[in-house]
Nanobody
Framework: QVQLVESGGGLVQAGGSLRLSCTAS????????MGWYRQTPGNQRELVAT????????YRDSVKGRFAISGDRSGSAPVYLQMDNLRPEDTAVYYC?????????WGQGTQVTVSS
């Protein structure tokens, strides 16, 4: 089992910045890659940014140039999501995710609210 804990969410005005952190614990040796997702009420969870198994980074189109994922893709050290030039449509619960060969793990989520 892998446990993930996110932090860094909050309320920010449009154009502002936030940095989310995700710390993994437990059987982290099984982690292949990590990433960030988000979800709004009534909608499916969607990819925001992730390290891919091929060694690259993938972003959803709407955050390219504004968000950046960094940190240790293996979970041995925190993974971060730097979010700049935030927009009201970025408002969501943001989840850290870790993948092993058999499972996808999720954190409890952290709320990000962007006011206009």
């Amino acid at each position: 089992q892998v446990q993930l804990v996110e932090s860094g969410g909050g309320l920010v005005q449009a154009g502002g910045s936030l940095r989310l952190s995700c710390t993994a614990s437990g059987n982290i040796i099984t982690i292949i890659t990590m990433g960030w997702y988000r979800q709004t009420p009534g909608n499916q969870r969607e990819l925001v940014a992730t390290y891919t198994t091929g060694g690259s980074i993938q972003y959803r189109d709407s955050v390219k140039g504004r968000f950046a994922i960094s940190g240790d893709r293996s979970g041995s050290a925190p993974v971060y999501l730097q979010m700049d030039n935030l927009r009201p449509e970025d408002t969501a619960v943001y989840y850290c995710s870790a993948r092993s060969r058999e499972y996808r793990y999720w954190g409890q989520g952290t709320q990000v609210t962007v006011s206009s």
